[in-house]
């Protein structure tokens, strides 16, 4: 991933401080993409690397479809932070998993804000830090040693 501009390279490093990890080190972690949302039709808008580890089927989905792939016990609280986002002006940020199978899980950081319009339209901007490597759950490494 080349840093295009010092925009990008801004909010990479903003993202880097807000996982814990140095803005080297981003690059070969995480895919980091931008995406969008249209809230008035609910769309969403992912990058390639960011929509094929979401399992989804192009670089547009709805929003269930981004996260029925999540951590089902996360599932409320991305809802919450997205429909707040959706309401009002705000800057938020969620952490989730990917669960890509039994044991398995890819760590998943999303920052963003929103600009809404009268409560009937805006966009949602944001930027999804998704693991590249997919981790073990300690239940699974433990069931390995028996």
């Given at each position: 991933?080349a840093?295009?501009?010092t925009?990008?390279a801004?909010?990479?490093?903003?993202?880097?401080?807000?996982?814990?990890?140095?803005p080297a080190?981003?690059?070969?972690?995480?895919?980091?993409?931008?995406?969008?949302?249209?809230l008035?039709t609910g769309?969403?808008?992912?990058g390639?690397?960011?929509?094929?580890?979401?399992?989804?089927?192009?670089?547009?989905c709805?929003?269930?479809?981004?996260?029925q792939?999540?951590d089902?016990?996360?599932?409320?609280k991305?809802?919450?932070a997205?429909?707040?986002?959706?309401?009002?002006?705000?800057?938020?940020?969620?952490?989730?998993a990917?669960?890509?199978g039994?044991g398995?899980?890819?760590p998943?950081?999303?920052?963003g804000?929103?600009?809404?319009?009268?409560?009937?339209?805006g966009?949602?901007?944001?930027?999804f830090?998704?693991a590249?490597?997919c981790?073990e759950?300690?239940?699974a490494?433990?069931?390995?040693?028996?």
């Amino acid at each position: 991933m080349a840093l295009k501009s010092t925009t990008t390279a801004l909010r990479l490093a903003s993202v880097a401080d807000l996982i814990g990890i140095e803005p080297a080190a981003l690059e070969s972690a995480f895919v980091c993409e931008e995406w969008s949302a249209e809230l008035s039709t609910g769309l969403v808008w992912l990058g390639p690397e960011t929509a094929a580890l979401h399992g989804a089927a192009g670089a547009r989905c709805g929003i269930m479809d981004l996260i029925q792939v999540y951590d089902p016990g996360d599932w409320q609280k991305v809802l919450l932070a997205l429909e707040e986002a959706a309401t009002i002006a705000t800057t938020f940020s969620f952490v989730t998993a990917i669960r890509p199978g039994p044991g398995l899980y890819r760590p998943v950081f999303c920052f963003g804000r929103s600009e809404t319009i009268d409560g009937t339209g805006g966009v949602i901007q944001g930027t999804f830090a998704v693991a590249r490597l997919c981790l073990e759950t300690a239940a699974a490494k433990h069931d390995r040693l028996n």
